[in-house]
């Protein structure tokens, strides 16, 4: 027959180590959990991120494709303006070659040219712009042939201020104009073209 006393103390060592137990299984559980499960959850949740970021990518694809394509076509057609933009605008000055030009165009179109006078030069968004100042007499179908043969030439101007004035003796009508004249053209000038215009 056994000892009750023993008996208790047997039962009482015996939970303990059920518990000691059940606290070791759950000690591995959780170092099981942080080393094995907790990083791979991450790595699911990083692959699902990317699988999501590849379709949006890829829905996305065509768009994205398209926008290139027209802004590469809007690119090409600045360059293709500025390109020509720049042989219409010397580097320098040239005030004697344009006086020279203009004074062709007023010989044939019968226009006097009674004074012409460069002003100071004006630093621009990209460029260069002089005024000059002309005087001229002629017939009003002489100026109005004058005037438009200068908007064709290939040098970039335009006619600023223009006034002409009767005369009641003569058929001819004195006029004023003030000519800007472009050049020395900048790398970062190719928005001249759209804020200038010609006479």
Same mark, same amino acid.
């Given at each position: 027959?056994?000892?009750?006393?023993?008996?208790?103390?047997?039962?009482?060592?015996?939970?303990?180590?059920? %518990?000691?137990? +059940?606290?070791?299984?759950?000690?591995?559980? =959780?170092? !099981?959990? $942080?080393?094995?499960?907790?990083?791979? @959850?991450?790595?699911?949740?990083?692959?699902?991120?990317?699988?999501?970021?590849?379709?949006?990518?890829?829905?996305?694809?065509?768009?994205?494709?398209?926008?290139?394509?027209?802004?590469?076509?809007?690119?090409?057609?600045?360059?293709?303006? %500025?390109?020509? +933009?720049?042989?219409?605008?010397?580097?320098? =000055?040239? !005030?004697? $070659?344009?006086?020279?030009?203009?004074? @062709?165009?007023?010989?044939?179109?019968?226009?006097?040219?009674?004074?012409?006078?460069?002003?100071?030069?004006?630093?621009?968004?990209?460029?260069?712009?002089?005024?000059?100042?002309?005087?001229?007499?002629?017939?009003?179908?002489?100026?109005?042939?004058?005037?438009?043969?200068?908007?064709?030439?290939?040098?970039?101007?335009?006619?600023?201020?223009?006034?002409?004035?009767?005369?009641?003796?003569?058929?001819?009508?004195?006029?004023?104009?003030?000519?800007?004249?472009?050049?020395?053209?900048?790398?970062?000038?190719?928005?001249?073209?759209?804020?200038?215009?010609?006479?």
């Amino acid at each position: 027959m056994s000892s009750p006393v023993f008996d208790e103390a047997m039962l009482r060592f015996g939970r303990l180590l059920h %518990y000691a137990g +059940l606290a070791i299984a759950l000690i591995v559980c =959780a170092i !099981a959990y $942080s080393w094995f499960y907790e990083p791979l @959850e991450g790595d699911i949740l990083d692959t699902e991120m990317k699988i999501d970021q590849l379709v949006v990518s890829r829905e996305n694809a065509e768009t994205i494709h398209h926008e290139h394509e027209r802004l590469s076509s809007h690119l090409q057609d600045i360059k293709a303006r %500025y390109s020509a +933009l720049e042989e219409r605008v010397p580097l320098n =000055a040239e !005030a004697g $070659s344009f006086l020279k030009h203009v004074s @062709e165009i007023a010989h044939e179109e019968e226009l006097a040219i009674t004074n012409f006078q460069p002003a100071q030069s004006v630093q621009g968004n990209g460029y260069t712009a002089m005024e000059v100042m002309l005087d001229g007499k002629g017939s009003f179908e002489s100026i109005c042939s004058f005037f438009e043969r200068l908007s064709k030439i290939q040098r970039l101007s335009k006619v600023k201020d223009f006034s002409v004035s009767g005369d009641a003796q003569s058929d001819d009508y004195p006029m004023k104009a003030t000519i800007v004249i472009y050049y020395g053209l900048q790398g970062d000038g190719a928005t001249v073209g759209r804020e200038v215009s010609r006479g």
